[in-house]
């Protein structure tokens, strides 16, 4: 790492830095419009899973006890042309949740989503998340995605952005890696789906649910899985345009799991590349 491109930050409040201490990340997302905006990645790992998507980083902010490091030296050093600002850990400490990023923050220029129609065509697992508003829960689902065979992820325009912070911290990264997209508001995915020849499958609490296990749900190789809100579900026009509604059995009283854990189960039995071989 060249010292020469550090720059000293003495003030949390310095007008450098605000991209970190001054915007939430709603107004990063619209900043620079009618530019596609700024996010901010945190943690090592993290950053350089977006580098390794080939996003350019805008500037990095390191606490000095890590700049020394080989880790945080070597995710520097792939963003030559990136400002670098360097602060005392009292100071840096000011920034909510720094402590969760292992000394190392960086701004980067969102990047242009694909298709959705694209991300259909070029796709037999694909996850659609409805509504799903908690950022920790995003990035889980992404996190056992990317494990578990999905191969593209459709998010409505009311859910938590995959790129937030904790979103892609909880990912470890892995929102850098499935390929996904926003939905636009009035676009009939499921329809879109069933052009691609997708069985639709809805993850929710009815009735007409069968057992995740019922052979019906792979019977075709094509799958799309629909996951709801924490508290709503899934919007009832969508489940009535499903081909199956799945539910996973529980003992012991429990109605449901967290959508994020129910996402892991569903993908393993579905989605996994496991099973993809032993349908081939």
Known sequence: MNKDRIVHIEDIDDDRVALYTKYNEPQLFHYNEPGRGVFIAETPMVIERALDLGLDPVSFFVEKGASETEAVQKVIDRGPGADIFEAELDV???ITGFNLTRGLLAVFERPALPEVSDLIKSSKRIAVLEGIVNPTNVGAIFRSGAALGVDAILVT???TDPFYRRSARVSMGTVFQVPW????EGYDFIEALHDEYFSVISMALSDEAVPLT????KKEDKRALIFGSEGDGIKADI???????AIIPMHNGVDSLNVA????VAFWELCSKLEQKKVK
Not at 181 to 184: G, N, Q
Not at 239 to 245: E, R, V
């Open 157 to 159: 325009s009311d859910s």
């Open 214 to 217: 019922d052979p019906v749900l």
């Open 239 to 245: 489940l009535n345009k499903s081909d199956h509604i």
């Open 261 to 264: 854990a129910s996402s892991a």
């Open 92 to 94: 840096i400490n000011r």
């Open 181 to 184: 997209t926003y939905i636009p």
